[in-house]
C-alpha cells in the first residue's frame, strides 16, 4: 500500500526510517469515516471507468484512498480533514481492506491486464500487490507490539504534529487543537488494541514498557502540564510559536491569539494530558507479567506463523527464516575478510576483535559530550552530503529537486543509542526531507561512520530515493507515494556501496571501515532476527554475537537488538533489499558488457518508484532484454 504513518517512521529507524515506525503500519491503515458515495448507478459508472486509461483511472482510485486517512494527507501537504487523526481500531482497518478489494476487483473487470503496456502492467500487477499485503496482514491485527520504544504511537503523536502539520492561518491553527483533543479516543484505541494483543499472549518486554513511560512523561513534562516548570513542554512550545508567527504575520489579531493559546493550553491540560496517563498507567501494570529474559516472537502463540508473515512483508519475498539466517551467516564471514584488510592496511598489530575493541574504545573517534561536538556532528554530516552532490550526475540521469536538511531528534523522542533516520518532504517540495541524528550520547556515534550514514539517509540514499518517486511524472500517483522496506532499506545499504565508487568518499581507511562496519551490522541483522524469533536467542546471546562481530559501540549494539525485538523481520530488509539490487546490476553489466550504462541503470531502478523486489527484479530484465536489442 501507499506510505502509510508506520512506513514513513520506519526509514531508518528508520526509521525511520527512522527511522521510518512499524507498528502503525496496521493501526494506522485507515480512519473510520467511509469514502462518500456519489449515488450513480454501477453501470454508469462502470461505464465512464472504462473512458479511463489506467492510470487515470488509479489516480482516481488512490484520491479516494486518501481520504481513508487525514494524517497521509498531512504528510503530502494537503490540509483536508487536517483536525482529525485516524482511528486505530480494527474495524477501520477493515473497512479500507473491504474498500481495497472491492477496487482491485473492479480494476480486474475493466481492464485486460494482456493488453497493457509494459509499465502499466506494472502499475496493475502494484494495486493488487498492496491488496494482498493488506490481506496477509489482517490475521495478525492484534499481534504485534502496540507500544513500544522504537516507534510506538506515544512517540509517533507529538512528531507528527509538531513536524507535519502546518499552520499558516487561524484554521490551521483551530484544527491543530482539535487534532490535540482528539488524542485522547486514538490513545483508548491503542491502548485497547494493546490489551486484545496481551489477552493472545503478545507480551511487552520490560525495556520496550520502560521506553514507553520515558517517552510518555516527557511528552507531558514542562508547561503547561506542569505550571512550576522552568520549560516549556515541546508541544506547549510549538504551539505557542505558531500562534506569536500568525500574529506578528498579521495573520491573526491580539485577541484571536490570546483565544488560541488559550484553547492550546486546554486540549493540552484537559485532552492529551490524561491520554498519555492512562498511557504510563497501562505501561507500569503491564510490567509485572514481563517476561525476565527477553526473545523474540516465536515464543508467543502462534509467533511462528507471526514471524514468517513479517519476513514474507518485510522483504517482499518467500525466503524463509532459515536461509535468511544462512545469508547472514555468509556474508558476516565474507565481511570481516575485508575488515581484515583494512585492519592491515592502517598497521594495525592484533586480532580483529582487538582492532575492534581500538575502535570502538578510542576517544579520538568520538565527538565531545557537549553542544559543540553535537553541532559538529550535524556540520560535518552537512558537508559529506554537500561533497558528493557534484558526483551524482555521473551516476544518475534522475535528480532529486527537493532540499535535505539534517537536525537532531526532538528531545521528548530522543534516545541513546538510537540510530539515525529518514523523514521524506512533501512532494512539492514545501517541506524538506529531513535526515534526524540521535545525539543524546555521543559516545554512541563514532566519526568514523558519520560518512556512511549520511550517504544512507541522504545523498545517494533514502532523500535521493523518495524525492525522485514523489517527483515522478507519467505514473499512476499512487507509485509515487508507494513505500517497501526491502527496496527503500536495500537501496540505502547499496548507496553506501556505490558512494564508495564515486571520487572524493571514504578518503580516510578508517571511514572505509566504518563503510564495511555499516554493511556487516546489516549481514549481523539476518543472523540474529532470524535467532531471536525463530531460533529461541536471548537478548543477551543477540547482544554477543552482535559485539564478536562489530565495532559498534555498546549502547548502540544493545538498542538495537531491543529495537529487533519489537520489529520482528525488519531489520532483514536491508541487505536482502542491497543484495537483489546487486545481483540485477550484475546481471545488466553482464548481458550488456560494454553498452552497460550505471546511470541508465540506477534511473531503472529508481524510476518507477518503490517496488517490492519480485517486480523490481521484472522491471530490470525488461529494461536488459529492450537494451539487448
Not at 482529525?84 to 481500531?89: C, G, H, P, R, V
Not at 510506538?152 to 502539520?165: A, E, K, R
Not at 581484515?340 to 578510542?362: N, P, Y
Not at 550484475?586 to 518503490?610: E, P, T, Y
Amino acid at each position: 500500500m501507499q506510505h502509510s504513518t508506520k512506513q514513513i517512521l520506519a526509514f531508518a529507524p528508520q526509521p525511520v526510517r527512522a527511522c521510518l515506525v512499524l507498528i502503525l503500519a496496521i493501526l494506522l491503515a485507515a480512519c473510520t469515516q467511509e469514502p462518500e458515495n456519489t449515488g450513480s448507478g454501477h453501470a454508469a459508472v462502470e461505464a465512464a471507468d472504462r473512458a479511463l486509461t489506467l492510470t487515470q483511472w488509479l489516480d482516481e482510485q488512490y484520491e479516494t484512498e486518501l481520504q481513508f486517512s487525514p494524517i497521509e494527507l498531512t504528510f503530502l501537504g494537503r490540509k483536508e480533514r487536517n483536525d482529525e487523526i485516524d482511528a486505530f481500531t480494527y474495524s477501520a482497518f477493515a473497512e479500507q481492506l473491504a474498500w481495497k478489494t472491492a477496487s482491485v476487483e473492479q480494476m480486474q473487470q475493466l481492464f485486460d491486464r494482456e493488453q497493457l503496456t509494459g509499465d502499466e502492467q506494472l502499475s496493475y500487477d502494484l494495486w493488487a500487490y498492496q491488496l494482498e499485503r493488506m490481506q496477509q496482514s489482517e490475521p495478525f491485527f492484534y499481534d504485534g507490539l502496540v507500544f513500544d520504544q522504537m516507534n510506538g504511537v506515544q512517540n509517533f503523536v507529538p512528531t507528527f504534529l509538531i513536524n507535519f502539520h502546518r499552520v499558516e492561518n487561524a484554521q490551521d491553527m483551530a484544527a491543530y487543537i482539535e487534532r490535540v483533543k482528539a488524542v485522547k479516543p486514538r490513545m483508548q484505541e491503542a491502548i485497547a488494541n494493546a490489551v486484545k494483543g496481551s489477552a493472545k499472549g503478545v507480551i511487552s518486554p520490560s525495556f520496550a514498557l520502560d521506553g514507553t513511560i520515558t517517552q510518555a512523561r516527557k511528552v507531558i513534562t514542562g508547561k503547561p502540564f506542569d505550571s512550576n516548570a522552568e520549560q516549556d513542554s515541546d508541544l506547549w512550545a510549538d504551539m505557542r510559536q505558531e500562534v506569536q508567527t500568525l500574529l506578528e504575520a498579521g495573520t491573526i489579531d491580539s485577541s484571536a491569539a490570546e483565544q488560541l493559546t488559550a484553547q492550546a493550553k486546554d486540549a493540552l491540560i484537559n485532552y492529551l494530558q490524561p491520554a498519555y496517563e492512562d498511557i504510563i498507567r497501562w505501561a507500569e501494570n503491564t510490567k509485572d507479567r514481563a517476561p525476565d529474559v527477553s526473545t523474540g516472537v516465536g515464543g508467543q502463540p502462534g509467533g511462528a506463523a507471526y514471524y514468517a508473515y513479517r519476513l514474507r512483508n518485510q522483504t517482499t519475498t518467500d525466503l524463509t527464516a532459515d536461509e535468511i539466517h544462512q545469508i547472514g551467516l555468509d556474508e558476516v564471514a565474507r565481511l570481516r575478510k575485508d575488515m581484515e584488510a583494512i585492519k592491515e592496511k592502517v598497521g594495525f598489530v592484533g586480532s580483529l576483535q582487538a582492532f575492534f575493541e581500538h575502535v570502538r574504545d578510542g576517544d579520538w573517534n568520538y565527538y565531545p559530550e557537549t553542544d559543540e561536538g553535537r553541532q559538529a556532528y550535524i556540520d560535518d554530516a552537512t558537508a559529506a552530503i554537500d561533497g558528493i552532490k557534484a558526483e551524482l550526475p555521473n551516476y544518475f540521469g534522475l535528480l532529486p529537486q527537493a532540499d535535505l536538511v539534517v537536525k537532531r531528534v526532538e528531545p521528548f523522542r530522543e534516545r541513546d543509542g538510537a540510530a539515525q533516520h529518514y523523514y521524506p518532504g512533501t512532494p512539492d517540495g514545501s517541506r524538506p526531507g529531513i535526515y534526524y541524528a540521535h545525539l543524546s550520547d555521543m559516545t554512541a556515534m563514532p566519526k568514523n561512520q558519520l560518512e556512511v550514514i549520511a550517504y544512507h539517509e541522504g545523498l545517494p540514499g533514502h532523500h535521493m530515493q523518495i524525492s525522485i518517486a514523489q517527483e515522478l511524472e507519467g505514473v499512476p500517483l499512487f507509485r509515487t507515494q508507494a513505500r517497501f522496506t526491502a527496496y527503500s532499506e536495500g537501496w540505502g545499504l547499496y548507496s553506501e556501496y556505490l558512494a564508495k565508487e564515486m571520487p572524493g568518499t571514504y578518503l580516510d581507511p578508517y571511514q572505509d571501515f566504518g563503510r564495511l562496519t555499516g554493511e556487516i551490522w546489516r549481514a549481523i541483522r539476518l543472523v540474529v532476527d532470524t535467532g531471536l524469533h525463530a531460533k529461541g536467542w536471548t537478548e543477551q546471546e543477540a547482544i554477543d554475537y552482535f559485539a564478536a562481530n562489530s565495532p559498534e559501540p555498546l549502547e548502540s549494539i544493545t538498542s538495537e537488538i531491543q529495537r529487533y525485538i519489537v520489529m520482528p523481520g525488519q531489520a532483514t530488509s536491508y541487505k536482502i533489499g542491497m543484495l537483489k539490487i546487486l545481483e540485477l546490476r550484475a546481471q545488466a553489466k553482464k548481458a550488456l558488457g560494454v553498452n552497460f550504462d550505471i546511470r541508465a541503470f540506477h534511473d531503472v531502478i529508481l524510476g518507477g518508484g518503490a517496488l517490492p523486489l519480485p517486480l523490481l527484479e521484472r522491471k530490470a530484465l525488461r529494461w536488459i532484454n529492450e537494451a539487448q536489442r
